[in-house]
C-alpha cells in the first residue's frame, strides 16, 4: 500500500512529459471531497490518500506519494443533472436565475458559461424544469465551485479556508 499526502494543484510546476508518464487514478465527485481515502492506479497499485482535512481534489490535480511517484487525478464521469436554458425562448439570464436558486440551497453546483451541472435530485429537476430550463441526466465529469470559502464545509460544519478554487496563481511552496 503506498501512501499519498501531498497535493499539487493543478500539477503546479510539473513539466508536461512527468505529467504524462504519470499513473492516473479516475475518481468521482463523492470521493475527490474526501480528505482520507483509498485507490488503485491504473497501474494496479494501491493507494492510501491522506490529505489535510478539507482538502477536496480536483480533476487535473496532482497527488505525490511516498515514494516520490505522481498520480494525476482524473474526475470519473458521474451522473449529473446537466441544466442549460431552453434552446427556443431561454436567454443566459435563466441560467443565472437557476444558479441562484440552487445556491440558495448549498448543493454542489458546476457552473459553465453555458451549462450547469448538479448531482441527481428529482426534486431540483422538477424546479428547474418549472423554470423553463432545460434539464437532462448525464454522465460528465462533475467539479462543483470551491465555493465562497475555498473549501468545503466538513460533517462538522466547519469551513476550512485552504485558498483553492481560485484562477491566479498562489504561491505553494509552504507546508501544508
Known amino acids: 500500500?503506498?501512501?499519498?499526502?501531498?497535493?499539487?494543484?493543478?500539477?503546479?510546476?510539473?513539466?508536461?512529459?512527468?505529467?504524462?508518464?504519470?499513473?492516473?487514478?479516475?475518481?468521482?465527485?463523492?470521493?475527490?471531497?474526501?480528505s482520507r481515502f483509498a485507490a488503485t492506479d491504473n497501474q494496479g497499485r494501491a493507494l492510501a490518500i491522506f490529505l489535510p482535512r478539507g482538502q477536496a481534489v480536483r480533476g487535473g490535480d496532482v497527488l505525490v506519494a511516498e515514494d516520490g511517484s505522481l498520480i494525476r487525478v482524473l474526475a470519473a464521469p458521474q451522473k449529473v443533472l446537466r441544466i442549460?436554458?431552453?434552446?427556443?425562448?431561454?436567454t443566459p439570464f435563466d441560467l443565472m436565475r437557476a444558479a441562484y436558486h440552487l445556491g440558495n440551497r448549498h448543493v454542489p453546483i458546476?457552473?459553465?458559461?453555458?451549462?450547469?451541472?448538479?448531482?441527481?435530485?428529482?426534486?431540483?429537476a422538477d424546479m428547474l424544469r418549472s423554470m423553463h430550463?432545460?434539464?437532462v441526466e448525464s454522465d460528465l465529469p462533475f467539479e462543483p465551485e470551491g465555493g465562497a470559502y475555498g473549501g468545503h464545509v466538513t460533517n462538522d460544519g466547519h469551513s476550512h479556508h485552504h485558498g483553492h478554487g481560485h484562477p491566479h496563481a498562489h504561491d505553494h511552496g509552504h507546508e501544508h
Do not use: F, Y
Not at 499539487?8 to 475527490?32: C, F, H, M, N, Y
Not at 458546476?110 to 441527481?120: G, R, S, V
Open 110 to 124: 458546476e457552473l459553465q458559461p453555458d451549462h450547469l451541472k448538479i448531482e441527481p435530485d428529482h426534486v431540483l
Open 84 to 90: 442549460t436554458a431552453c434552446a427556443e425562448h431561454g
Open 1 to 34: 500500500m503506498l501512501t499519498a499526502n501531498k497535493l499539487l494543484p493543478q500539477g503546479q510546476g510539473l513539466s508536461t512529459v512527468l505529467l504524462k508518464r504519470a499513473a492516473t487514478i479516475e475518481l468521482d465527485w463523492d470521493v475527490r471531497q474526501k
Open 133 to 135: 430550463m432545460t434539464v
